[in-house]
């Protein structure tokens, strides 16, 4: 690590005192997070692409994909029913008063 020296308000100053009590860590340490965050990482286009192209197709030989929504569509009604009981309206058109017990 490489030591700096920063000006900070009064006010800066206690609100990180603060918050680095409140997380158990140093004023030092939040500032460091601070900076990650504004300088972020580090953009690789040229990865992110070939990442895609490598993903792209990934399903292309599957035949169960329409099972695999009919499943997961059933699953998430059976979820809700389990919620909601009698008061889940199958009917897309419903209004809202329809939702009401």
Same mark, same amino acid.
């Given at each position: 690590m490489?030591r700096?020296q920063?000006y #900070?308000t ?7 005192d603060? %918050?680095a009590?409140s %997380?158990?860590?140093?004023? /030092?340490? #939040? ?12 953009w690789? @286009? ?5 990442a895609?192209?490598?993903f ?7 035949? *169960?994909?329409?099972? #695999?929504?009919?499943?997961?569509k059933?699953? /998430?009604r059976? /979820?809700?029913?389990?919620?909601? +009981?009698?008061?889940?309206v *199958?009917?897309p +058109? @419903? *209004?809202a008063e329809? #939702?009401?017990p």
């Open positions: 490489e700096t920063i #900070l009064k006010t800066q100053t206690r609100e990180l603060r %918050r009590r %997380r158990g860590t140093t004023r /030092s340490h #939040l500032i460091r997070e601070a900076l990650e965050q504004y300088l972020g990482p580090t690789d @286009a040229e990865g992110f692409i070939a895609l192209r490598d792209q197709g990934i399903w292309a030989d599957r035949d *169960d994909i329409d099972e #695999l929504y009919a499943d997961l059933q699953r /998430s059976d /979820s809700l029913a389990a919620l909601w +009981g009698d008061r889940l *199958d009917d +058109g @419903a *209004d329809d #939702l009401r």
